[in-house]
């Protein structure tokens, strides 16, 4: 059974910084693109941030280029996401998301997601 | 970066009724064209990908449609637990987008 779960996320002041984790089991994580998704209380999704199999390329979202770093560690089959220089605008349920393709790139499992909170 | 547009961003409708969501993206996007279920408090989870195909699991009252700027998702007979939030996402290449949102709703 596919599985991510995240963690790592908390309660941090403007400015501060975060790492989020997401640990995959039941599928082959070095098989796969994956990304981080949020989601602002009350808001739509918005995509945060990708990286493809073996850590050589990653994209971003431009508000957090420059703040965040994606990364992965395929013996450990985790993903990260660092975090740095939060907002309040970072404010927001963070999901790691698993990339397939067949036709088009979708995001065909997801983690319950990890709540990240920016306030003083 | 392509922006996408979907509307309604709210829809009330009883069960039984046939209901349509349309998704515009800014310019075109062939078939890479994906839709998400949402429920309070639940990750999203994926119901159709590459414009029309059916998720494995998805019930076949799902359907999505369309090419190059326009896309529906259609739920063909509504059912207690399709009241949700929908998304539509395109992917083929960064920024991913995602359209704003219908919220579902019990007439």
């Known amino acids: 059974e596919v599985q991510l779960v995240e963690s790592g996320g908390g309660l941090v002041q403007p400015g501060g910084s975060l790492r989020l984790s997401c640990a995959a089991s039941?599928?082959?994580?070095?098989?796969?693109?994956m990304s981080w998704v949020r989601q602002a209380p009350g808001k739509g999704l918005e995509w945060v941030a990708n990286?493809?199999?073996?850590?050589?390329?990653?994209y971003y979202m431009d508000s957090v280029k420059g703040r965040f770093t994606i990364s992965r560690d395929n013996a450990m089959n985790s993903l990260y996401l660092q975090m740095k220089s939060l907002r309040a605008e970072d404010t927001a349920m963070y999901y790691c998301?698993?990339?397939?393709?067949?036709?088009?790139?979708?995001?065909?499992?997801w983690g319950q997601g990890t709540l990240v909170t920016v306030s003083s | 970066d392509i922006q996408m547009t979907q509307s309604p961003s709210s829809l009330s409708a009883s069960v039984g009724d046939r209901v349509t969501i349309t998704c515009r993206a800014s310019?075109?996007?062939?078939?890479?064209l994906n839709w998400y279920q949402q429920k309070p408090g639940k990750a999203p989870g994926l119901l159709i990908y590459?414009?029309?195909s059916l998720q494995s699991g998805v019930p076949s009252r799902f359907s999505g449609s369309g090419s190059g700027t326009d896309f529906t998702l259609t739920i063909s007979s509504l059912q207690p637990e399709d009241f949700a939030t929908y998304f539509c996402?395109?992917?083929?290449?960064?920024?991913?987008?995602f359209g704003q949102g219908t919220k579902l709703e019990i007439k």
């Open positions: 998301a698993r990339e397939a393709s067949s036709g088009s790139w979708y995001y065909d499992y």
């Open positions: 039941g599928f082959s994580f070095s098989s796969y693109w």
């Open positions: 990286i493809n199999q073996d850590g050589s390329a990653k």
């Open positions: 310019q075109s996007i062939n078939t890479y």
């Open positions: 590459a414009a029309s």
């Open positions: 996402h395109r992917s083929h290449s960064t920024p991913h987008t």
